[in-house]
Nanobody, 122 residues
Framework: QVQLVESGGGLVQAGGSLRLSCAAS????????MAWFRQAPGKERELVAV????????IYSNSMKGRFTISRDNAKSTVNLQMNSLNAEDTAVYSC???????????????WGQGTQVTVSS
């Protein structure tokens, strides 16, 4: 069983930056692909980014590519999401997830954090 706890959310002005972190416990962290998803009010959950267990491979949603960077530290069992050039459309609850496969489908992720709110004011 893997437990995930996100941190780093908050209120930021448009054009600003935030760094989210997700701390994992239980299981062998490096054996899991880690992903960030987000869900805005009234919208479906969408992929933000995925990183492979080794950290060598990443996938980004097109709308975040170039603005967001996912990274992981397997020694510390953490995965981070650096978010730059934020805009109002980035307002959502951001959740990290762990899964055995390097995929973008949220249904294939087995463990989820509780989520952290990111609000971007315009």
């Amino acid at each position: 069983q893997v437990q995930l706890v996100e941190s780093g959310g908050g209120l930021v002005q448009a054009g600003g930056s935030l760094r989210l972190s997700c701390a994992a416990s239980g299981g062998t962290f490096s054996s899991y692909s880690m992903a960030w998803f987000r869900q805005a009010p009234g919208k479906e959950r969408e992929l933000v980014a995925v990183i492979s267990g080794s950290g060598a491979a990443t996938i980004y949603s097109n709308s975040m590519k170039g603005r967001f960077t996912i990274s992981r530290d397997n020694a510390k069992s953490t995965v981070n999401l650096q978010m730059n050039s934020l805009n109002a459309e980035d307002t959502a609850v951001y959740s990290c997830a762990a899964g055995r496969l390097f995929v973008t489908n949220s249904d294939r992720y087995d463990y989820w954090g509780q989520g952290t709110q990111v609000t971007v004011s315009s």
